[in-house]
């Protein structure tokens, strides 16, 4: 018997505390033998772009395949969003999840993690980029790993956006948040800043990064995406990203610099090689970190075996006679 769980059991029973963990432990089992990710695959078509992806984990017994469509042409959001979840040791179907919120959780806690080993543990000021899906769970992540956070300027297209989103964030980590009055002012003065846009072009100068100041840029995994100018890519001391082998193929931020300028893709650490402790992800206060989230079933298995094992603790979901 699978397991069928939707969007509110997922919302009921994954918090971003226990995501946390979990991810970060999903990265340590990477960086030891112990799970593969498998890089996402896009079936394009005029007016729909399906997407696959998919990871194993032995530590957790389980291998998960996550699908799911974009129609609009406006942006790359999922219409729908479903995950299979495979036992290895019986090689059946264990869960079928709705994983929108799944996947908004997890790609903060991501964001959480890379944070941890690579922000200052002092830093007082985020500027976040975006006001809409995957923001809130960035902000709900790193005010958990950074104590120190004190203020949060928020940089919005819409004004409105932006005054809903610093009330819900208020509200939920405890933080003073406000929208930005200066672009150049907030990321000059920042000590960690998120993108999380749907933008094509650069949001920000690199020019105007201060010594010491963290990344975590999420808002483009497509090639033709990019959040980041090149300038941002060639004063980072240290670049990471989740998944090298997707970065390759999919981090408009990199690949565009590197059409740009010189970049040595061989410097590029994975997230599980620093939490495993293969390589640092801070060496000085004065170090420009940047990690580039494409956002990967890997921390989508992490999450999804977690889910599953307090619903089945919690007599959640639907049982569905597949064999």
Not at 234 to 246: C, E, H, L, Y
């Amino acid at each position: 018997m699978a397991l069928l769980l939707l969007e509110n059991d997922v919302r009921q029973l994954l918090t971003m505390d226990a995501a946390l963990l979990a991810v970060e432990d999903a990265f340590l089992s990477l960086a030891r033998g112990d799970a593969t990710n498998v890089p996402r695959q896009r079936g394009v078509l005029p007016g729909v772009t399906l997407n696959v992806m998919a990871a194993v984990s032995r530590r957790l017994d389980a291998a998960v395949v996550k699908s799911y469509p974009v129609i609009r042409q406006d942006v790359t959001v999922a219409s729908t969003s479903t995950l299979l979840v495979y036992r290895i040791s019986t090689g059946k179907l264990d869960a079928i999840m709705e994983a929108g919120s799944l996947g908004q959780i997890r790609t903060g806690a991501a964001s959480g993690v890379a944070a941890k080993y690579m922000a200052r543990p002092s830093s007082k000021l985020m500027t976040v980029f975006g006001s809409g899906f995957q923001a809130e769970t960035q902000v709900d992540a790193l005010a958990k790993v950074l104590p120190s956070l004190e203020r949060i300027e928020v940089v919005s297209r819409s004004p409105e956006n932006a005054q809903r989103f610093c009330k819900r964030v208020m509200a939920k980590v405890g933080v003073d948040a406000r929208a930005a009055d200066s672009i150049e002012s907030a990321v000059s003065q920042a000590d960690v800043i998120t993108t999380a846009t749907g933008s094509y072009r650069p949001v920000f100068d690199g020019a105007w990064l201060r010594p010491g100041v963290h990344i975590n840029a999420i808002g483009s995994n497509y090639a033709e995406k990019r959040e980041l100018d090149a300038v941002t890519i060639q004063r980072a001391d240290r670049i990471v990203a989740d998944d090298i082998a997707v970065a390759r193929m999919e981090s408009g931020d990199l690949i565009c610099a590197a059409n740009e300028t010189e970049l040595d893709w061989s410097s590029i650490r994975s997230l599980g090689d620093v939490v495993g402790g293969l390589a640092p992800g801070r060496a000085a206060d004065d170090e420009i970190t940047l990690f580039e989230s494409q956002g990967i079933a890997l921390e989508d298995l992490a999450v999804a075996c977690l889910v599953l094992s307090r619903a089945r603790e919690a007599g959640r979901g639907i049982e569905i006679p597949i064999q």
